[in-house]
């Protein structure tokens, strides 16, 4: 029998769990990138390692199977959150160690395919669990939890982000400049939480034993990865879907660890010099505001008006603020505040254009029909951000700073181009 008692109170698991869920994707996508900044590497070598990361998301496809029919997702859950820490334990020990970029690098990956597991066994607990409940046809209750979850991952990239990036550079100015070992410390501090969660979350994780075990073998699972891509492939406008899943994001994927990079490389490099505990005031607040008031704005108008409505708009909202990235690389101002400004503005017109591709993601792979569909977009999705990511680093420190957020702007040219062609979507 299910333990209903603890679904019917997921206040108990829910926020704790978004908030590993969160944590854990700082680590790989953000931390990971100001840490290898900081220990030396160059702009090209960074976004080629760290694109690298992005491969548990994008072979979704291939391990989501066996996630679904073995065992259950409290067993995936604390399996991932000990494994979590383990990995993240493990990057803190070996950041001081002779061959600390190969130990990092697998590490790294670990912890990304184990966040990977996480995030997808924790959406099928809260679906499940809202199954259970009987609160799916509860619009409050449902916005409620919605809620929860927002800040709750909002709240793990205020604290590592910021608070921990701010502590990293304080422990550098308090041991004189002693990077590896304030890294260091903050990854060790890191793998304290997720592993606290792990102990949390071993009492209090609804156990969902009715999840009936299956046989699943490699074979079956990529004859069912064949069925679903011919499926999904035989869609009304798949040419279009595919180009809309692959191409939206194009600026962003090209611009999201290069103007991390930009915010911390020097002046003399054309950068804007930003310390770590300026990146982590910066980034941990200010830019977390913008993103959270743009998901938000987005999300109410969208529900309100419908997508065809809003979709020009949301593209603009997700492509000119990057020209802020322009003016900032030609005038690196020392003001914080407009440094911070700029920000706001960029993150809350991704916040808003993200939604609509989500609210489109999730329309054209209906996955409350065929759920391998939704499975499938999600990867597309991760691949459509890894190659860019992998070539941003190169292509900027091939021509700088200042050219790199031309052609980033230039490429928002792609981003209509494939809204113009999500229009038919809508008829």
Same mark, same amino acid.
């Given at each position: ?327 900032? =690389?030609?005038?690196? &101002?020392?003001? /914080?505040?407009? #440094?911070?400004?700029? !920000?706001?503005?960029?993150? $809350? ?34 691949? =459509?951000?890894?190659? &860019?990511?992998? /070539?941003?680093? #190169?292509?900027?420190? !091939?021509?700088?700073?200042? $050219? ?24």
């Amino acid at each position: 029998m299910i333990r209903r008692e603890r679904y019917a109170n997921p206040l108990m698991w829910l926020p704790s769990s978004y908030f590993t869920k969160g944590m854990a994707q700082v680590v790989v996508m953000t931390l990971s990138v100001i840490l290898y900044k900081q220990l030396g590497l160059d702009n090209a070598e960074i976004t080629f390692y760290v694109a690298w990361l992005y491969v548990p998301w994008v072979i979704k496809p291939l391990w989501k199977p066996f996630v679904d029919r073995l065992y259950n997702c409290r067993y995936w859950l604390l399996l991932t959150e000990i494994l979590l820490g383990a990995g993240i334990g493990g990057i803190a020990f070996t950041i001081p160690a002779v061959r600390w970029l190969q130990g990092s690098l697998f590490l790294f990956w670990l912890v990304a395919f184990s966040s990977a597991v996480h995030n997808e066994a924790l959406g099928t607990l809260y679906r499940r669990a809202a199954t259970e409940g009987g609160y799916r046809d509860n619009e409050a209750v449902m916005q409620r939890r919605q809620f929860i979850r927002t800040i709750s991952e909002k709240l793990a990239k205020v604290v590592g982000q910021g608070v921990l990036v701010m502590l990293a550079g304080n422990m550098q100015v308090l041991y004189r400049n002693s990077i590896r070992y304030s890294w260091s410390l903050v990854f060790y501090i890191v793998a304290g939480l997720l592993l606290a969660s792990f102990l949390y979350h071993a009492y209090v994780l609804p156990n969902d034993k009715n999840t009936l075990r299956q046989r699943v073998g490699l074979r079956q699972v990529w004859d069912e990865c064949l069925i679903s891509w011919n499926s999904f492939a035989s869609k009304p406008f798949a040419v279009t879907i595919l180009l809309f899943l692959t191409l939206y994001r194009l600026p962003e994927a090209l611009l999201g660890k290069v103007s991390l990079l930009f915010l911390l490389d020097s002046i003399h490099n054309g950068g804007l010099g930003l310390s770590p505990q300026e990146y982590g005031l910066v980034m941990g607040t200010v830019a977390i505001i913008g993103l959270a008031i743009g998901n938000v704005f987005a999300t109410k108008v969208l529900h309100r008006d419908g997508l065809r409505h809003w979709m020009w708009w949301m593209a603009c909202a997700m492509t000119l603020p990057d020209v802020g990235y322009v003016v900032l =690389s030609y005038t690196q &101002p020392e003001n /914080l505040a407009v #440094i911070s400004f700029w !920000l706001f503005v960029e993150q $809350l017109g991704y916040g808003i254009g993200f939604a609509f591709y989500i609210s489109l993601l999730n329309k054209v792979s209906q996955p409350s029909v065929n759920d391998s569909h939704r499975t499938l977009a999600k990867a597309i999705m991760a691949f =459509s951000m890894m190659i &860019p990511v992998m /070539l941003s680093g #190169i292509l900027q420190s !091939l021509i700088g700073y200042h $050219l790199f957020f031309i052609v980033v702007l230039m490429s928002c040219v792609v981003t209509f181009t494939v809204t113009a062609l999500s229009g038919k979507l809508f008829r």
